[in-house]
């Protein structure tokens, strides 16, 4: 194999509270495409941010590009050839493709007259290369979301690139944008390209790959050729974390079912069968983008539902709003608690308070009770604050989580949607979280959670179901729940 | 735990709590008294060659700095409602003109009977407040180009309402809001400092406004709405707020809160003309937003706004007292403005700051 022309040696990354990164070597070879896997949280997206400059790894680590030491910025990267292409779509939808490639890197002649001719010649020759089916005057708001890919590929190669980073590029793509993306990336391969792609659907890893590199929790796993390691290798490597990262709990005896769902359709989620009983945690498993969080705004009320029934406590419900859930004694504690759980300016009382408003019959509200309402979770909870008087911004992850538990506690509410409860909390306050939920379980809840936290999904839930694309791929009862199970469920087989 | 910080609400020397927006401007606005006090003195002195009371502080000119500031006050209760919940109303300006138009001619040419056109007038601003707010809540528009469009329309309206010219109305129409309280104590009048002290019954109509606002944001289901919807609208809908409607009703009292004001500004001049309102929300969202409101929403008080108003017209008040001319008074109100709002940032920006590195030094 040719010389690396990337190296990384020894590069670890610290957030506060959290070691995202440690000791990773990685290396890109002209020409080659080496994947990235791992299951969410493993560290893949810090690692290409650090390749592409966006974050700077910490001191004692060394990134070397064609043989010379550098730290990178963003601009210096991409200036260097290093070209990351997110996720999301980084394109300006009202201009054409030709403006998308050159924007703000326009060819200029006479100092400041924009050369249109040869940008569009060039943008031309790289979509014909490319076999795109759209030309270079293409309005990008008018293309697929596979074609706007292509573009910025289409880009990468106008100022030829030697790294593109692609991360997730099919997340919402088609079966035939798959094949041809796939198609192409090979091609821009075949051209001395060094390629990093990351990707959650092994079928694709498997058949790009020359090298594939496996992150865990931060750490490098293993790299190795494609053609040494197979499918169920590569998704042992992923999994097998120590005991220690899991949490013994206590199991309570199943009760009556409280929310059913029977082919429900809607907000991107089709076919969703399930029972969830009094007594137990329904877990629902999944990459990001599975479609489990669009799962639980459906069933509080907050999107519309295309088709199928929702059952509370064996009646159906039509929810219109999170309102309607609420008065059905429905609690959502929302994945991103910032923007959508908390009012971050206003007081713990304040916080506390306001879900319940819908069941409040007066008009009036005595600041004592708030205040009351709000000490009373705060002791309940043991939520880290003077008093509730405390303006919500100033707590730390874990106790702004227990505001937003205190928030739905307080409505009286039977049946629990968790999406993604301890994020971004550390272990003390997990810890703290989960013996909260237990006492739900004991007091005869329900609790529906939503996790990408394999040990916390593994060692809470008492029955797993897996989506993927939007629907629910399979399920695994208490003695089949494990992360190697539930990573061969949501990443295995086809993509779609 | 470590990275707790301790959270403690400090009182200043004034009412408002550390930290506040109102902090920044208070002082500015009491520094800026003093220095006219001082300046009053000094001038005094040497030209009388006797220290006399600074004019600024007798009661008739602090009543009288009330009775200027009480249309835009009434004005800025409607606003805080609405800035609180995360929008903002352009068009209250030219409702105003075109309420005072509206009713002058409906009395003075239509003969209707003036509590009747008040009524109307007040409808009317709400009617179009609820059309404004309804298109911004339904469709979860902009507010700030919605109403846009409504000043430029309100102001069409109320030029083809009376033809483009002005209507004077008659003393009797409106002079029972002006009648002076004091009068009813003594009908001679009181004097202090050898002035009359003036206080128009429609002052009394602000301050009452003034307490139902405070304690309708404060105190009711309503209010703790408004709050939430402004602060985060998508939690406020995840927490079972229906945002729409809440929006709509505070469009709604924003209209009620624009003809009242209307009625007292129309008292006021007693001629229904389109410069009556004109400029008038820039006012209105000074006063607001130096009261320490934040134009993201939720955030910010109704006494806030109160202040926010009077120290408006105080400093400009002083400023007349002092001398000074009047493009002079629009640079230091500009520059007062900038500066409370930008100082109030900093002090924020300084004690995150604070609170991030001792955050830093606990891990």
Request: aromatic letters at 8%; proline letters at 2%; hydrophobic letters at 45%.
């Amino acid at each position: 194999m040719a010389e690396a022309i990337f190296r990384l040696r020894n590069i670890s990354k610290t957030f506060p509270g959290v070691k995202a990164l440690s000791g990773i070597d990685f290396d890109l070879c002209p020409g080659e495409i080496h994947c990235i896997c791992g299951e969410n949280g493993a560290g893949k997206s810090t690692l290409i941010k650090i390749i592409s400059g966006a974050y700077q790894p910490d001191p004692g680590g060394e990134i070397t590009f064609e043989g010379k030491k550098v730290s990178f910025t963003p601009r210096q990267a991409l200036d260097a050839g290093i070209q990351t292409i997110y996720q999301e779509h980084n394109v300006f939808p009202m201009l054409s493709v030709t403006e998308n490639i050159f924007a703000g890197l326009e060819v200029v002649q006479k100092g400041i007259f924009v050369n249109k001719k040869d940008m569009w010649e060039q943008a031309q020759k790289a979509l014909k290369y490319l076999h795109c089916a759209f030309d270079a005057d293409a309005l990008v708001g008018t293309l697929s979301s596979g074609e706007k890919k292509l573009v910025e590929i289409a880009k990468a190669l106008v100022f030829k690139r030697k790294i593109i980073i692609l991360d997730e590029p099919t997340a919402s793509f088609s079966v035939s944008e798959i094949e041809m993306l796939l198609d192409v990336v090979k091609k821009v391969a075949a051209r001395g390209v060094a390629i990093a792609y990351i990707s959650h659907h092994l079928d694709e890893v498997f058949r790009l790959a020359d090298r594939i590199t496996v992150l865990r929790d931060g750490l490098l796993v293993l790299t190795a050729d494609a053609e040494d390691i197979d499918e169920s290798t590569l998704v042992s490597s992923m999994v097998g974390r120590d005991v220690s990262a899991f949490y013994h709990r206590e199991f309570f005896d199943r009760g009556e079912a409280a929310l059913e769902a029977r082919n429900l359709s809607g907000n991107g989620v089709h076919d969703i069968n399930f029972t969830a009983y009094r007594g137990q945690i329904l877990g629902f498993a999944g990459m990001v983008g599975s479609g489990r969080s669009e799962l639980m705004t459906l069933l509080m009320g907050g999107a519309k539902k295309d088709a199928g029934e929702v059952l509370v406590e064996g009646r159906t419900v039509d929810f219109h709003s999170p309102a309607d859930g609420i008065r059905a004694r429905m609690c959502y504690i929302t994945e991103d608690r910032q923007h959508a759980g908390l009012f971050l300016e206003h007081t713990i009382a304040r916080n506390s308070i306001i879900a319940n408003l819908v069941n409040r019959a007066s008009f009036f509200i005595h600041l004592d009770e708030d205040y009351r309402v709000g000490q009373k979770y705060i002791k309940e909870l043991r939520t880290r604050a003077n008093d509730a008087n405390v303006v919500v911004s100033n707590l730390s992850g874990g106790n702004q989580q227990k505001v937003v538990l205190a928030k739905w506690f307080h409505t009286n509410g039977e049946i629990y949607l968790f999406d993604e409860p301890t994020r971004g909390i550390d272990v003390g306050a997990k810890q703290e979280i989960y013996q909260v939920m237990l006492d739900l379980l004991r007091q005869g809840k329900c609790i529906i959670m939503v996790s990408s936290d394999m040990p916390e999904m593994v060692s809470m839930a008492d029955r797993v179901m897996v989506m993927k694309n939007g629907r629910i791929v399979g399920s695994l009862d208490r003695g089949e729940i494990s992360e190697e199970n539930i990573l061969q469920l949501s990443i295995g087989g086809s993509t779609i | 735990m470590s990275d707790i910080r301790k959270h403690k609400e400090k009182k200043s020397f004034l009412i408002f709590k550390k930290n506040s927006d109102l902090q920044t401007v208070s002082l500015v606005t009491v520094a800026f008294v003093i220095a006219v006090v001082i300046y009053q003195l000094i001038a005094g002195v040497s030209k009388n060659g006797v220290v006399a009371f600074p004019s600024l502080l007798y009661p008739s000119n602090i009543l009288n700095i009330l009775i200027q500031a009480t249309p835009v006050g009434i004005l800025a209760l409607g606003m805080t409602a609405v800035m609180l919940a995360g929008g903002i109303d352009l068009s209250v300006g030219m409702m105003t003109s075109m309420f005072s138009m509206f009713v002058a001619k409906v009395v003075m040419h239509g003969g209707m009977h003036i509590g009747w056109a008040l009524l109307l007038g007040i409808m009317i601003c709400i009617t179009l407040e609820i059309i404004m707010g309804a298109i911004i809540s339904v469709l979860n528009v902009e507010s700030f180009i919605i109403t846009l469009g409504g000043q430029i329309a309100c102001r069409g309206i109320g030029l083809l309402i009376t033809r483009s010219q002005e209507v004077a109305m008659d003393k009797q129409h409106l002079g029972w809001l002006k009648e002076n309280l004091f009068d009813l104590i003594n009908p001679e009048g009181i004097k202090i400092f050898s002035r009359k002290l003036q206080l128009p019954y429609y002052v009394l109509i602000f301050v009452a406004l003034t307490i139902i606002t405070w304690a309708l944001l404060k105190y009711t289901r309503f209010g703790r709405r408004i709050y939430a919807v402004g602060n985060n609208p998508q939690a406020a809908y995840l927490s079972g707020i229906n945002v729409r409607s809440t929006k709509l009703l505070v469009y709604i009292f924003n209209g009620l809160c624009v003809g009242i004001g209307a009625t007292t500004l129309l008292t006021r001049v007693g001629t229904g003309i389109i410069t009556v309102g004109q400029n008038l929300e820039i006012d209105v969202i000074a006063a607001v937003v130096i009261g320490g409101v934040a134009m993201s929403g939720g955030k910010g008080s109704v006494m806030g706004a109160f202040i926010g108003s009077i120290l408006m017209f105080t400093i400009s008040n002083a400023m007349t007292l002092m001398g000074i001319q009047s493009e002079w008074q629009y640079v230091v109100k500009g520059l007062i403005i900038i500066i409370s709002v930008a100082g109030g940032a900093l002090s924020h920006l300084f004690s995150t700051r604070k609170a991030v590195r001792q955050q830093k030094a606990a891990l």
